[in-house]
């Protein structure tokens, strides 16, 4: 059970850190899972809402990545995930995380801007430490920054379908 707490809590790390920065390219090859359990991404080299493409089409279609897979894990292999007391929780625990990134985010959005010399093309332009503004939803008062975070986690599990459909093609890319 402790290497379900790990994915679990590491998993909902890095659910509101690739929102918040928006870190795109998400697929079953930048996912790793270390053996004790905690879940742990690779491969940054899109964010702050840059995403890739195929044909025109955006690859992307949901803020962050939370597959059925990943839910049937957290709830301990129940089989409606969405009643159980591991998922409501796991669902709290992005909310409380994201509130923490919200009451700090004045840090963050100076942060960004500061590393705007870095030469990251990612992070060239105001409208990129713009995304950050809103992605932290800056301009809200918290009541709403929380409905409005716990709304996007609620699309997100609503869109598994998508998720899956873009990890397929990628799975066929590399056969």
Avoid at 24 to 52: E, P, S, V
Wanted: positive net charge; aromatic residues 14%; contains cysteine.
């Amino acid at each position: 059970m402790e290497c379900v707490d790990r994915f679990t809590y590491s998993l909902a790390g890095y659910c509101i850190a690739t929102y918040v920065i928006g870190i795109k390219d998400r697929h079953q090859d930048n996912i790793m899972l270390a053996k004790d359990g905690r879940i742990f991404h690779i491969d940054f080299g899109h964010f702050l809402g840059h995403t890739k493409r195929k044909l025109g089409i955006n690859r992307e279609r949901t803020e962050f990545i939370l597959t059925e897979h990943f839910l049937y894990i957290i709830s301990r292999g129940k089989g409606n995930f969405r009643d159980t007391y591991e998922y409501t929780s796991f669902r709290e625990a992005c909310a409380q995380g994201f509130m923490v990134l919200f009451h700090n985010a004045r840090f963050f959005i100076v942060l960004f801007r500061m590393m705007q010399c870095m030469g990251l093309p990612e992070l060239s332009k105001q409208e990129h430490v713009d995304f950050i503004k809103h992605s932290l939803m800056f301009d809200k008062p918290k009541e709403e920054a929380r409905s409005q975070f716990l709304k996007i986690f609620d699309d997100v599990v609503k869109s598994d379908l998508s998720t899956s459909v873009n990890w397929f093609f990628h799975s066929l890319k590399h056969l």
